[in-house]
């Protein structure tokens, strides 16, 4: 392994701080210190790169907070970016006197404002741009108090007395109208407040704020709307989120899977939940989920870039993953965020499983299959005053297979059955190619074309068996039908891919990776820069049109050459109902059949190999690396030497 500390210069104030970095996980009783057992010898390298990307890491955050505050001004703008101004300056200890004024002015602006309208006090956190925080901001606004109050454990004082006094009142404001005791009975464990990300915003902030505000006199006696006090929901929050994690481990993490917009707003709370909350517990089971969530990327992403089924997802980067490498610290990648500094200000360090999967383990010695269990099906469709209730077991597998040269990705799911619409919006899946030769993460992906107002929702579903993969569009209808869907198309953002068309197929080939792409209704039409595919005839809002996609390598066909003979040698049958397709040194069998939304009822799931797809398999996290049977709070890790049993037990 190269060393990458000679890319760096360690100065004093780095050394202190990766000092405290360890101190403070030390103090916190991190999981990792007590759970993950190794094998490894000083020879294989593997401790050396650990340390090294931990200390990497604290000099990355350092950096990107001092470039912050290097102007006095943040984007975004307004009260958004002041907040993030704010917290970078006061995390290091600089220009405190201004992140003061501007937090100052801005809560009593706030305050002012509120008692004014004290009456009709109705809040929305989505709709009130007038906050001190601007709503996205709220996590980064609670860690500045929870770090710099006067009597807090992290770094007390930095905020004067009256800028303390007046965040903690604006806060109330807000915590008093949008917290509900009755949403913290553990029947709202899969009960989300609005999308994934608003609850992540929301729910731990209440526990939070309500946490602080019930030690100070200024506010333990007043009574929230409900008319409950802050140490009454501070109490049922402790409990709530005692087992909130533990909800996750057992049945999938995210509704979101790989959003490009959202999960930059939902991580930053398990961050602020594992280094802040009071309960030593709470935080202890938000340290082990952060860490299952990184492995959990780390074995299906392509240089940080993640592949496999994604939610509210598109082609290309994704601003989550320089938030990520604030952590994995590659020299040449970005390392930074663009909405929080939450992980800039964090003293949380990777795994060290997920970074041998990041640097040690890919690309991928042979073929392997991920099959993971992912939250997405609804319980309750929230009508008639009920909530909106995501089911525990949800019918619903993110599917990928990584060789040594590609990952191709997709959601199992039955088109028939009812999804979260943050589930169903916005649906991807695709292959990206793993060549580190390259300068960026290459791939082939579906496009969506949007036709109205509102992301498109429920557009197409698939089914993959290791390596080939088929989906439908789905027709426009109300109910199970899609919605905002024209055209699905294929991306191809590849440069200097070798694109053949042959017999109906579209080839590609990038010199080690391969892939066959059939429009399989009516073939296929290229955009003016032979870079998107779409069907060479679209009917409209009931089109139902179907594709194909077959990937390889060269680790298993040896040439692009033999790889295009084998694929147009496989048996293919096609009629309006079904696709029949066999491939393989085994002839592997995938039965696709039509999906009619006007006849949900006589829908029947896909066959591979004779046998209906599972979606409901026994285990939560399959793979080499992640383990754990359903419904199981005891997740095992199997990474190079590392073996390790994480155990989300919410009572310890």
């Known amino acids: 392994m190269i060393s990458r500390l000679s890319r760096f210069t360690v100065t004093r104030l780095f050394a202190a701080r990766l000092f405290a970095a360890i101190l403070f996980a030390a103090i916190l009783g991190h999981a990792v210190a007590a759970d993950e057992k190794t094998t490894w010898d000083e020879s294989t390298g593997y401790q050396t790169l650990i340390a090294e990307t931990h200390q990497a890491s604290v000099m990355a955050r350092e950096l990107a907070l001092r470039k912050t505050i290097a102007r006095n001004s943040a984007w975004p703008s307004g009260a958004w970016g002041e907040t993030l101004w704010s917290l970078a300056a006061l995390q290091l200890n600089e220009k405190v006197d201004l992140a003061n004024a501007r937090l100052l002015k801005r809560a009593k602006d706030y305050i002012a404002l509120n008692r004014a309208d004290a009456e009709t006090s109705d809040f929305k956190p989505e709709e009130a741009t007038e906050t001190p925080w601007a709503y996205f901001a709220l996590t980064d606004y609670v860690r500045i108090l929870y770090l710099f109050h006067s009597h807090s454990p992290h770094s007390p004082g930095r905020l004067k007395p009256d800028t303390e006094a007046a965040m903690k009142e604006a806060l109330w404001w807000w915590v008093k109208a949008d917290s509900k005791l009755a949403l913290t009975s553990p029947e709202h464990l899969m009960v989300l407040l609005g999308t994934e990300n608003h609850d992540l915003i929301r729910r731990p902030n209440h526990y939070l704020v309500a946490s602080l ?290 017999q109906g197929w579209i080839l590609v080939s990038n010199g080690k990776s391969f892939a066959g792409v059939k429009f399989i209704d009516g073939g296929h039409r290229w955009d003016e820069t032979r870079s998107i595919a779409s069907p060479a005839q679209f009917n409209g809002p009931g089109d139902t049109n179907r594709i194909l996609l077959h990937a390889g390598d060269i680790s298993i066909h040896g040439s692009f050459a033999h790889f295009q003979t084998r694929l147009l040698g496989n048996p293919l049958k096609v009629t309006p109902k079904m696709v029949d397709y066999r491939f393989g040194e085994e002839r592997e069998r995938i039965e696709m059949f039509r999906y009619n939304p006007a006849e949900a009822a006589a829908f029947k799931l896909p066959r591979i190999n004779g046998s209906p797809i599972d979606l409901t398999p026994t285990a939560v996290f399959q793979s080499p690396y992640l383990n754990s049977d359903s419904q199981s709070d005891r997740v095992t890790v199997t990474v190079g030497p590392i073996r390790r049993v994480m155990r989300f037990a919410s009572r310890q």
């Open 213 to 502: 505000l019930m030690d100070d006199p200024a506010f333990r006696d007043r009574r929230f709307d409900d008319g409950h006090t802050a140490a009454e929901h501070a109490a049922a929050y402790q409990a709530f989120f005692r087992e909130w994690p533990r909800q996750r481990a057992m049945t999938g993490l995210w509704i979101e899977m790989g959003s490009n917009t959202y999960q930059k707003y939902s991580w930053p709370a398990l961050f602020n939940m594992h280094e802040l909350a009071p309960d030593p517990v709470v935080r202890k089971q938000f340290g082990l989920l952060l860490d299952l969530s990184f492995i959990e990327e780390a074995q299906i992403s392509v240089r940080g870039r993640r592949g496999g089924g994604r939610s509210r997802a598109a082609n290309g980067s994704n601003s989550f993953e320089s938030y990520k490498n604030l952590l994995y610290a590659h020299a040449d990648q970005p390392a930074g965020s663009s909405h929080s500094r939450v992980i800039e200000t964090s003293q949380y360090q990777l795994p060290a499983a997920a970074i041998l999967l990041d640097q040690g383990l890919f690309p991928a010695a042979k073929p392997f299959s991920i099959r993971n269990r992912v939250p997405g099906e609804l319980e309750t469709r929230g009508e008639d005053g009920k909530p909106q209730r995501i089911a525990s077991a949800s019918r619903l597998v993110n599917y990928a297979w990584r060789t040594p040269h590609y990952l191709l990705g997709s959601t199992l799911q039955n088109p028939r059955l009812e999804y979260a619409g943050i589930s169903r919006q916005k649906r991807w899946c695709g292959l990206l190619f793993d060549d580190p030769t390259t300068a960026t993460v290459e791939l082939i992906g579906v496009l969506i074309e949007q036709t109205r107002g509102g992301r498109p929702q429920h557009s197409f579903w698939s089914v993959q068996h290791e390596n080939v993969l088929l989906l439908q569009r789905i027709a426009r209808r109300k109910e199970r039908g899609s919605y905002s869907t024209g055209e699905i198309r294929i991306q191809f953002d590849v440069p200097g891919l070798e694109i053949l068309d042959k």
